[in-house]
Protein backbone atom coordinates (compact mmCIF):
# COMPACT_ATOMS: atom_id res chain seq x y z
CA UNK A 1 0.00 0.00 0.00
CA UNK A 2 2.63 1.97 1.10
CA UNK A 3 4.87 1.80 -1.96
CA UNK A 4 1.80 2.00 -4.87
CA UNK A 5 0.76 5.44 -2.84
CA UNK A 6 4.12 6.72 -3.03
CA UNK A 7 4.56 5.62 -6.39
CA UNK A 8 1.25 7.66 -7.56
CA UNK A 9 2.10 10.75 -5.95
CA UNK A 10 5.90 10.72 -6.95
CA UNK A 11 5.13 10.31 -10.54
CA UNK A 12 1.46 11.43 -11.02
CA UNK A 13 -1.29 13.45 -9.16
CA UNK A 14 -3.88 11.22 -8.05
CA UNK A 15 -7.60 12.35 -8.96
CA UNK A 16 -8.16 13.11 -5.41
CA UNK A 17 -5.53 16.23 -5.41
CA UNK A 18 -6.67 19.59 -5.46
CA UNK A 19 -8.67 21.64 -3.47
CA UNK A 20 -10.10 21.25 0.03
CA UNK A 21 -13.20 19.18 0.32
CA UNK A 22 -16.22 20.58 0.68
CA UNK A 23 -17.72 18.89 3.59
CA UNK A 24 -15.03 20.28 5.34
CA UNK A 25 -15.22 23.88 4.40
CA UNK A 26 -18.29 23.88 4.50
CA UNK A 27 -18.37 23.39 8.44
CA UNK A 28 -15.75 25.33 8.90
CA UNK A 29 -17.17 28.18 6.99
CA UNK A 30 -20.39 27.33 8.97
CA UNK A 31 -19.17 27.51 12.44
CA UNK A 32 -19.25 23.86 13.25
CA UNK A 33 -16.10 23.58 13.63
CA UNK A 34 -13.82 26.01 15.43
CA UNK A 35 -10.07 27.15 15.51
CA UNK A 36 -8.31 24.69 17.65
CA UNK A 37 -5.29 21.95 17.26
CA UNK A 38 -6.22 19.70 14.08
CA UNK A 39 -4.64 16.83 12.93
CA UNK A 40 -5.41 15.39 8.63
CA UNK A 41 -4.56 11.82 9.33
CA UNK A 42 -3.25 10.48 5.77
CA UNK A 43 -3.55 13.98 4.39
CA UNK A 44 -1.98 13.33 0.81
CA UNK A 45 -0.99 16.30 -0.75
CA UNK A 46 -2.52 18.67 1.87
CA UNK A 47 -5.30 20.54 0.42
CA UNK A 48 -7.40 20.29 3.68
CA UNK A 49 -4.40 20.68 5.93
CA UNK A 50 -3.97 23.85 4.18
CA UNK A 51 -7.10 25.18 4.36
CA UNK A 52 -7.37 24.40 7.92
CA UNK A 53 -4.34 26.57 8.52
CA UNK A 54 -5.52 29.03 6.56
CA UNK A 55 -8.59 29.41 8.52
CA UNK A 56 -7.30 29.83 11.71
CA UNK A 57 -6.56 25.83 13.33
CA UNK A 58 -2.78 24.86 14.04
CA UNK A 59 -2.30 22.41 11.99
CA UNK A 60 -0.34 18.57 11.79
CA UNK A 61 -1.02 16.63 8.63
CA UNK A 62 0.31 12.82 8.51
CA UNK A 63 1.11 10.29 5.72
CA UNK A 64 3.16 7.40 5.36
CA UNK A 65 4.28 8.56 1.67
CA UNK A 66 7.20 10.62 1.88
CA UNK A 67 6.29 12.00 -2.01
CA UNK A 68 2.78 13.28 -0.74
CA UNK A 69 4.70 14.80 2.02
CA UNK A 70 7.19 16.40 0.03
CA UNK A 71 4.51 18.03 -2.17
CA UNK A 72 2.17 19.23 0.66
CA UNK A 73 5.10 21.07 2.65
CA UNK A 74 5.89 22.84 -1.25
CA UNK A 75 2.35 23.78 -1.52
CA UNK A 76 1.84 24.78 2.01
CA UNK A 77 5.07 26.92 1.20
CA UNK A 78 3.68 28.77 -1.91
CA UNK A 79 0.38 28.95 0.43
CA UNK A 80 1.88 30.83 2.90
CA UNK A 81 0.75 28.58 4.88
CA UNK A 82 1.85 26.94 8.60
CA UNK A 83 1.32 23.53 8.72
CA UNK A 84 3.42 20.62 10.35
CA UNK A 85 4.02 17.58 8.45
CA UNK A 86 4.68 14.52 9.27
CA UNK A 87 5.51 11.46 7.82
CA UNK A 88 4.11 8.33 9.89
CA UNK A 89 2.27 5.40 9.89
CA UNK A 90 -1.46 5.71 10.98
CA UNK A 91 -1.85 2.42 12.74
CA UNK A 92 1.90 2.60 14.70
CA UNK A 93 2.30 6.47 15.41
CA UNK A 94 5.80 7.17 15.63
CA UNK A 95 6.07 10.47 15.08
CA UNK A 96 2.61 11.67 16.25
CA UNK A 97 1.04 12.40 19.78
CA UNK A 98 -0.81 14.68 21.54
CA UNK A 99 -4.76 15.96 22.13
CA UNK A 100 -6.22 17.21 19.01
CA UNK A 101 -9.55 19.16 18.95
CA UNK A 102 -10.57 17.61 15.46
CA UNK A 103 -9.27 15.09 13.43
CA UNK A 104 -9.84 14.93 9.61
CA UNK A 105 -9.81 11.46 7.74
CA UNK A 106 -10.97 12.12 4.07
CA UNK A 107 -10.59 8.62 2.61
CA UNK A 108 -7.78 6.61 4.14
CA UNK A 109 -9.71 4.43 7.42
CA UNK A 110 -11.61 2.93 4.24
CA UNK A 111 -8.41 1.80 2.48
CA UNK A 112 -7.01 0.14 5.21
CA UNK A 113 -7.59 -3.72 5.78
CA UNK A 114 -9.33 -5.13 8.75
CA UNK A 115 -6.42 -5.63 10.96
CA UNK A 116 -5.07 -2.14 10.44
CA UNK A 117 -8.36 -0.32 10.84
CA UNK A 118 -8.51 -2.11 14.68
CA UNK A 119 -4.77 -0.46 15.16
CA UNK A 120 -5.89 2.95 13.81
CA UNK A 121 -8.96 3.10 15.87
CA UNK A 122 -6.73 2.53 18.98
CA UNK A 123 -4.49 5.22 18.16
CA UNK A 124 -6.97 8.00 17.14
CA UNK A 125 -8.48 7.56 20.56
CA UNK A 126 -5.18 8.19 22.60
CA UNK A 127 -5.06 11.79 19.60
CA UNK A 128 -8.40 13.00 21.58
CA UNK A 129 -10.15 14.30 24.52
CA UNK A 130 -14.03 14.58 25.43
CA UNK A 131 -15.70 17.02 23.05
CA UNK A 132 -12.77 16.62 20.07
CA UNK A 133 -14.56 16.52 16.75
CA UNK A 134 -13.53 14.04 13.80
CA UNK A 135 -14.37 14.73 10.71
CA UNK A 136 -14.38 11.13 8.77
CA UNK A 137 -15.37 10.32 5.18
CA UNK A 138 -15.00 7.29 3.37
CA UNK A 139 -16.41 5.02 0.75
CA UNK A 140 -19.30 3.09 2.09
CA UNK A 141 -21.62 0.33 0.35
CA UNK A 142 -22.16 -3.27 0.81
CA UNK A 143 -19.69 -5.19 -1.35
CA UNK A 144 -20.66 -7.31 -3.65
CA UNK A 145 -18.94 -10.77 -3.73
CA UNK A 146 -16.74 -10.27 -6.17
CA UNK A 147 -15.72 -6.85 -4.52
CA UNK A 148 -15.08 -9.28 -1.14
CA UNK A 149 -12.76 -12.10 -3.26
CA UNK A 150 -11.45 -9.05 -4.81
CA UNK A 151 -9.91 -7.42 -1.66
CA UNK A 152 -9.40 -10.59 -0.23
CA UNK A 153 -7.07 -11.32 -2.33
CA UNK A 154 -5.42 -8.22 -3.80
CA UNK A 155 -2.41 -6.59 -1.42
CA UNK A 156 -4.59 -3.23 -1.48
CA UNK A 157 -6.06 -3.54 1.88
CA UNK A 158 -10.19 -2.35 1.53
CA UNK A 159 -12.03 -0.18 -0.96
CA UNK A 160 -15.05 0.60 0.97
CA UNK A 161 -16.77 0.47 4.79
CA UNK A 162 -20.24 -1.52 4.66
CA UNK A 163 -23.34 0.40 5.99
CA UNK A 164 -23.12 0.46 9.98
CA UNK A 165 -19.27 0.13 10.19
CA UNK A 166 -18.33 3.25 11.42
CA UNK A 167 -20.35 2.69 14.39
CA UNK A 168 -18.91 -0.54 15.30
CA UNK A 169 -15.54 0.85 15.23
CA UNK A 170 -16.46 4.34 16.84
CA UNK A 171 -19.34 3.98 18.68
CA UNK A 172 -17.49 3.11 21.75
CA UNK A 173 -15.29 6.14 22.17
CA UNK A 174 -17.48 8.50 19.94
CA UNK A 175 -21.11 9.74 19.30
CA UNK A 176 -21.34 9.56 15.20
CA UNK A 177 -23.68 11.83 13.05
CA UNK A 178 -24.17 11.42 9.63
CA UNK A 179 -23.36 14.61 7.41
CA UNK A 180 -23.54 13.65 4.06
CA UNK A 181 -23.95 10.81 1.74
CA UNK A 182 -24.98 9.15 -1.29
CA UNK A 183 -25.59 5.16 -1.69
CA UNK A 184 -26.89 2.56 -4.33
CA UNK A 185 -25.00 5.03 -7.33
CA UNK A 186 -25.23 3.12 -10.51
CA UNK A 187 -21.76 3.88 -11.04
CA UNK A 188 -18.25 2.89 -9.37
CA UNK A 189 -17.77 3.55 -6.42
CA UNK A 190 -21.52 3.02 -5.25
CA UNK A 191 -21.41 5.02 -2.57
CA UNK A 192 -19.66 7.45 0.11
CA UNK A 193 -20.29 8.63 3.20
CA UNK A 194 -19.06 11.92 5.92
CA UNK A 195 -19.87 11.63 9.40
CA UNK A 196 -18.78 14.12 12.46
CA UNK A 197 -17.58 12.31 15.47
CA UNK A 198 -17.40 13.68 19.06
CA UNK A 199 -15.52 12.01 21.42
CA UNK A 200 -17.83 11.14 24.42
C1 LIG B 1 -7.37 8.34 -0.82
S1 LIG B 1 -5.97 9.20 -0.27
C2 LIG B 1 -6.67 10.70 0.39
C3 LIG B 1 -5.67 11.80 0.64
C4 LIG B 1 -6.21 13.06 1.34
N1 LIG B 1 -6.87 12.75 2.58
C5 LIG B 1 -7.12 13.84 0.42
O1 LIG B 1 -8.34 13.79 0.59
O2 LIG B 1 -6.61 14.52 -0.47
C6 LIG B 1 -5.53 8.26 1.19
C7 LIG B 1 -4.23 8.76 1.82
O3 LIG B 1 -3.94 8.01 3.01
C8 LIG B 1 -2.57 7.71 3.04
N2 LIG B 1 -2.45 6.49 3.86
C9 LIG B 1 -3.01 5.28 3.61
N3 LIG B 1 -2.71 4.41 4.59
C10 LIG B 1 -1.94 5.10 5.49
C11 LIG B 1 -1.32 4.75 6.73
N4 LIG B 1 -1.41 3.51 7.23
N5 LIG B 1 -0.63 5.70 7.40
C12 LIG B 1 -0.51 6.97 6.87
N6 LIG B 1 -1.07 7.35 5.71
C13 LIG B 1 -1.78 6.42 5.03
C14 LIG B 1 -2.16 7.55 1.58
O4 LIG B 1 -0.78 7.75 1.35
C15 LIG B 1 -3.02 8.61 0.92
O5 LIG B 1 -2.36 9.86 0.85
Redesign the pocket.
Known sequence: ?KLF?DLWYRFGT?P??GQA?SELVELVQAGDLLPGRAI?L????G??AIFLAQHGFQVTA????PA?IAKAKAKALEAGAEVDFRV????RHANVNGDFDLLVD???FD??STK?RAAYVDQVAALTKPGAKFLLWCFEWELKTWERVATAILPFGNIALHPGEVGNWFASTFEITQVAGETGLPQWPRGWAAYLLTRT
Open positions: MYPWVRDGCGEDNVDFSADDLTYGTDLD
